[in-house]
């Protein structure tokens, strides 16, 4: 029999079985930059989709389309929709022909950004879709990602989906849950969060979120053959025969097919037309084919397929698909390309987006508590108005790089020689357009910020030429040169009050500090080191020494202080206070102390032991900054030769410099010219943890760079990771598998524990992590490749030097985890002017207070007349984390709106919502629980 014949028989032979329900999901999958910038794309490709789509479904109404990116369709809407098409999709939307899914701005990666993050840029556009539409998403689409996250499918619940679609899973799931017919399971991610607020029916792609191979018509670079008359039949038994076996990975005869691709649909009539004909003759043939293709949206599909109730699927727990590997084994040897190279590249970038979020989450704060404070009817709301949109523009900018092609670095940079591939056309300079938009957001909030406390210190919105301006801003430098001394005001945009001591670099060592009635208090002066990536680049360069001084700052208040500069204020460049001594082997020996820890260090290996003062318990703890040589990586992916080297002969010690004063003990060490580590431990405030900064220089070509901490905590390869900010998983390596597949990202946190001790890590950035040995905890800072693994056309040439700094807690595993959610609380906002005018101090202080596990995690202002406010609270500990603080606590809305914003509020105002503040219920009762790992959303109307 001929191969034809062969396939004829196996369709007739099934048409016994009840016909196959196909659902055809047209959809187009756009990227908001990735080979060209989001302007790019939207000019030469997206622009040319909507026209065309909206034609093909006012003609044929059983035609349907999904839409999920709504930062390109907001773009559109706002400048090129005709309002014949506005109304036109109003009618689609209506009847159920269009559906938006997902509903952000961006789909947005899911190991990088914070559940702050994904939370903003979700909530962004839901809000936009329910102003214009009345509507609210009800299936996520999350299909490009490169793997998925346990506590975003659990914010996918709190955001009240009825279903989510994932694609990119590892080989080995991926063939398990084929085998299981596992791909649709009920998700029930949280580790705290009841199920009934956080589960999630979800549903995997089984091959790619692109319509098969051969039917891409109109794609970029495809030249698949049009539907003829003459073809029709073999196209369509082409069809059939690539779905079919898709029937028996799922459970419900339902098949979901997506239809579409990568921008595709530039030629709407082109991909309709073709699709129309292969519909009708597969429907026309039941026979032969016992199969049914209809064009549906994703809500139908789900709505189908849940029919028949949810028991019949199987349920997944608090588990994630990270890290994504495509592995193979060849001849019994196993081969993987493991796709967790991008937790770690491009880490300016990411540290970028991470300031970017912590002014944007300040500056929203800061904008609800003023604004709720005036009448609603003020008379500065010009100001508010301008205000506002500052917030507006810096909340846009900050979603677009959480894109899934952004925050992961996998961004084309032409200036590293990226060619963006078969896109010939556009701006390739993506990597430097998503800098660009970061720092926009952050000049935005910054803006924002400084003319809001400018407004609420009753300074005068004109009052002489020079406003607040970021301590980092040239200009402060300047003042300080000239010996102009500076009013210097903090803003706490937590939940919580903050005792500090805060480091502010300064360009003169003739400087001293008063408070807020302008008494001295102590402060610390050190110069900088010069060498180790230790010192900012840019203006950093003029910037000699680092200016430390204790700070009180309420929660969501202020603190005022005076820096007076010129010859009469003592110089305060600290020598040591605590002199260090030196050893039989001739190596001299640095002790740095506080109430709670002694280090022991020296100059040849740096750190040798810390001693928990309170228990008297000692650990060794090693840390080293170590280079792997890349194998075969790029900004994907994860691949090194043998074990991290030395930068220098025997991992010896470069050279260290020591500071010990009033404020704090420091010591750098100095792995080479380019890279090094400052270690910190203060006298007052976070005195609990010990700062750890990181200055990474320009690396060599195909290198990563890491930081290992050695302890001698007996963990067995286990270590623990937050997932977003908000939950956490146990990671267990598999000796079966590569060294790279045990990786896993770290967003905020990790740690490694035993029976009784813990190591553990605060983190400003999200990084690769592992623990390949007993006792070691080590991340991942920096890295550098020119090859191409997963892509031919983006590299990872990234020059730019690195600074971060993360804070690590050892101990007692209670004390140490405590320590290590102290030191994740946001640091204060720093402003400065000339000293030149008395600011009203009655205004400084608020008086708020929330149980210690407790945080108000968002405060936002729903409009510029503050007509509502958007809050919401988490429970900080999880369940079983710590055993006092892992209880439910009780929160007050009425009391905490009176502290914040003299508002009487009641029942009347208060109603709970979704995460993202669209779907919101019946009126609420204003005191509620909050149980450990909950996130709960609240709207509260004005009085």
Known sequence: WSLRALLVAALLAAATAAPAQVFIVAHTHLDVGWLETFDSYYWLNVSRILPGVIEQLEADPTKTFV??????????????ATEVQKSQLQTFVARGQWEFVDGGIVQHDQACPTAYGIASQMTQGHRFLKQVYNITPRVGWSVDPFGSSAANAALYGLMDFDALVINRISSDDMTRMMADRALEFLWQPSSSIPPARSQVFTHVFDSYFCMPGGFRWGMNGNDDPPITPANVEA?????????????????????????????????????FHNTDLLMAYINANPARYNMTLRYATASQYFTAVTAGGLAQFPTRGHEDF???????????????????????SRPVLKAMSAQAETLLRASESLFAIVRAGEPRESNFQDFFDVTFRHIESARWNASIVLHHDAITGTGC??????????????????VENYMALLQSSIIMSNLAI??????????????????????????????????????????????????????????????????????????QLVYRANAGGLLSHGLGHHLSYSLSFPVSVPAFGFGVYYIKAGAAHTARVHVPARAPTVDSNGLTIYTLENSVYKIIADNATGLRSVTHKQTGVAYSLRLDLLFYEALHEDAYSYSVNGTAQPFTTGGVLLKTHYFSGALFDELYMFYSEEHGVAVRLYQSGQVDSIQVEFGIGVLDLNTDVIARFRTNI????????????????????????????????????????????????????????QSLGDGELQAVLHRRSRMTDVSDAVVLDDVLPHRETAWISIGAAQTANRARHLA??????????????????????????????????????????ASALLARWRHTYLVNEDPSLSQPAAVNITAQLSQLAAWAVGPAQVQETSLSFVHVG??????????????????????
């Open 67 to 80: 839409w999920a990116e709504i930062a390109y369709f907001k773009r559109w809407y706002d400048t090129d």
């Open 450 to 523: 400084s003319d809001l406390i400018m407004f609420h210190m009753s300074v005068g919105l004109d009052d002489g030429p020079t406003p607040f301006l970021p301590f980092t801003d040239p200009y402060v430098s300047q003042l300080l040169q000239r010996q102009q001394s500076l009013i210097v005001v903090l803003y706490n945009p937590s939940s919580a009050a903050s005792t500090d001591v805060v480091s502010v670099n300064v360009p003169v060592s003739w400087v001293s500090v008063t408070d807020s009635k302008r008494a001295d208090i102590p402060s």
């Open 322 to 344: 990270f890290p994504l590997v495509y592995s193979s084994d060849d001849h019994g040897k196993r081969s993987a390309q493991v796709w967790s190279g991008f937790y770690s």
């Open 413 to 430: 940079s032409g200036d590293e020689g990226c060619t963006g591939g078969d896109q010939m056309g556009g701006d390739h300079n993506v």
């Open 714 to 769: 007996s963990n067995g390869g286990k270590l623990y990771t937050d997932t977003n900010g908000i939950d956490e998983l146990l990671r267990t390596n598999n000796d079966t598998h590569l060294m790279e597949e045990n990786s896993w990202p770290a967003t905020s946190y990790a740690y490694i524990r035993d029976g009784t001790s813990m190591l553990a890590a605060a983190l400003a950035q999200v990084h690769i992590v």
């Open 922 to 943: 019946n009126i609420s009762d204003p005191v509620f629980t909050i149980t450990p790992g909950d996130i709960r959303s609240y709207q509260i109307a004005r009085p």
């Open 824 to 865: 994740a609380q946001p640091r204060p906002v720093i402003v400065a002017r000339p000293d030149t005018t008395e600011l009203n101090t009655k205004r400084i202080s608020t008086d708020y207070d929330l149980p210690t596990q407790v945080e108000l995690f968002s405060l936002a202002a729903a409009d510029s007349e």
């Open 235 to 271: 196209r369509a038994d082409e069809l059939v025969k690539d779905l079919k076996p898709r029937l028996d990975w799922f459970r419900t005869g339902n098949l979901l097919v997506p239809w579409g691709c990568d921008f595709m649909y530039q030629n709407a009539s082109l991909v």
